[in-house]
Nanobody
C-alpha cells in the first residue's frame, strides 16, 4: 500500500500559476502510474491528468489540456502538477493518486478503480 502526500495548494488569482507536488512512499515508485484528480465544490470527483510509469506518456482532461503539465521524478519519488492560466473554475481539492496500470486512468470509472489516494490539497482561484 502506497502513501501519497500532496502539497502546494493555496490561493491564487485568475491567470496565475501554482505547482502541486506529491511525495509517494511505501511501495516501488516505478511500479505505479500516477495521476491527479480534483473535486470542485458541489461536483463529483473528476480526472485531471496522468503519467505512465517512466514519464514518457501523459494524458489530460480536455478542461486542463494546454494549461496543466504533469511530471514525475523517479529518483525523488515525486509527481508534480504545474498549473498555468488558472481559472476560477479550477478551484477544487486536488488529489494525487497511484495505480499499477496506466490504463486505469483512461476508464470512465477511473475514480472508482484507482485504489491509492492522498488526502488532497485545496486550490482556490479568485476572479
Amino acid at each position: 500500500q502506497v502513501q501519497l502526500v500532496e502539497s502546494g495548494g493555496g490561493l491564487v488569482q485568475a491567470g496565475g500559476s501554482l505547482r502541486l507536488s506529491c511525495v509517494v512512499s511505501g511501495g516501488t515508485f516505478s511500479d505505479h502510474a500516477l495521476g491527479w484528480f480534483r473535486q470542485r465544490p458541489q461536483k463529483a470527483r473528476e480526472f485531471v491528468a496522468a503519467i505512465d510509469h517512466n514519464g514518457g506518456l501523459t494524458y489530460y482532461s480536455d478542461s486542463v489540456k494546454g494549461r496543466f503539465a504533469i511530471s514525475r521524478d523517479n529518483a525523488k519519488n515525486t509527481v508534480d502538477l504545474q498549473m498555468d492560466s488558472l481559472k476560477p473554475e479550477d478551484t477544487a481539492v486536488y488529489y494525487c493518486t497511484a495505480s499499477h496500470s496506466y490504463a486505469t486512468f483512461f476508464t470512465t470509472r477511473a475514480e472508482f478503480d484507482v485504489r491509492n489516494w492522498g488526502k488532497g490539497t485545496l486550490v482556490t482561484v479568485s476572479s
